[in-house]
């Protein structure tokens, strides 16, 4: 059974970082593409990061400078660090495995305070 554990979410005031974690158990993590998404109420889900099984990355625009995506394949950990964090960055964060069709966190919230 793949089993997806995000940690690292809480709140943050405007301008400081947060580093999340999303360790995957039940699959063999490293030949997998992974990433971030993230929810706001009333918003889409939407891509916030990916790295490849290869380890290229890709970043929305909002957050490209700001977000730092990373995996560890020995730990079957991927990581997303978040610096000059803002308000608009609130939102629920998914850890994702393998695309939409693939394999999802339960979700860690996020909130930033201005």
């Known amino acids: 059974q793949v089993q997806l554990v995000e940690s690292g979410g809480g709140l943050a005031q405007a301008g400081r970082s947060l580093r999340l974690s999303c360790a995957a158990s039940?699959?063999?993590?490293?030949?997998?593409?992974t990433g971030w998404y993230r929810q706001a109420p009333g918003k889409q889900r939407e891509l916030v990061a990916w790295?490849?099984?290869?380890?290229?990355?890709n970043y929305s625009d909002s957050v490209k400078g700001r977000f730092t995506i990373s995996r560890d394949n020995a730990r079957n950990t991927v990581y997303l660090q978040m610096n000059s964090l803002q308000p608009d960055d609130t939102a629920a964060y998914y850890c994702?495995?393998?695309?939409?069709?693939?394999?999802w966190g339960q979700g860690t919230q996020v909130t930033v305070s201005s």
């Open positions: 994702n495995l393998g695309g939409p069709l693939g394999y």
């Open positions: 039940g699959i063999r993590f490293s030949e997998y593409a």
């Open positions: 790295i490849t099984s290869g380890g290229r990355t």
